[in-house]
Nanobody, 120 residues
C-alpha cells in the first residue's frame, strides 16, 4: 500500500526558510513532485524531481526553492528560502508522475498536505 506523509510545515516570517519532507512507503517512484493549494486557487505546481530528467520548478519559486530526493530513505524534500506571503498554502507531496510531471493529473498518489503560512 502506497503512503505519502508530509511534514515540516508551519508559520514563518517573510524572508525566512522552511524545509518540507515527504516520506514515501510501499514502493519507490521515479517522478515525485510538490504542489500547493489555497482556498482561492486550484492546486498549483511547485517543483518536480525525475530520476531521468532531473528537477523542474514553477517560475514563481525558481531560485528560492530546491527539491531533492534521498532514494536510500525514500524521502523527498522541499527547501524553501526567501519565503514570501504569497507562498502561503497547503503543500502536497505527489508521486507516480508521468509526462511533464507539472500537472496534478500527472500523479497517481498524494499525501494529506501540510500547512505553510508566511507572515509579512
Amino acid at each position: 500500500q502506497v503512503q505519502l506523509v508530509e511534514s515540516g510545515g508551519g508559520l514563518v516570517q517573510a524572508g525566512e526558510s522552511l524545509r518540507l519532507s515527504c516520506a514515501a512507503s510501499g514502493r519507490t517512484f521515479s517522478v515525485m513532485g510538490w504542489f500547493r493549494q489555497t482556498p482561492e486557487k486550484e492546486r498549483e505546481f511547485v517543483a518536480r524531481f525525475s530520476g531521468m530528467t532531473g528537477t523542474y520548478y514553477a517560475d514563481s519559486v525558481k531560485g528560492r526553492f530546491t527539491i531533492s530526493r534521498d532514494n536510500a530513505k525514500n524521502m523527498m524534500y522541499l527547501q524553501m528560502n526567501s519565503m514570501k506571503p504569497e507562498d502561503t498554502a497547503v503543500y502536497y507531496c505527489a508521486a507516480g508522475g508521468l509526462g511533464s510531471g507539472s500537472r496534478p493529473s500527472d500523479y497517481a498518489y498524494w499525501g494529506q498536505g501540510t500547512q505553510v503560512t508566511v507572515s509579512s
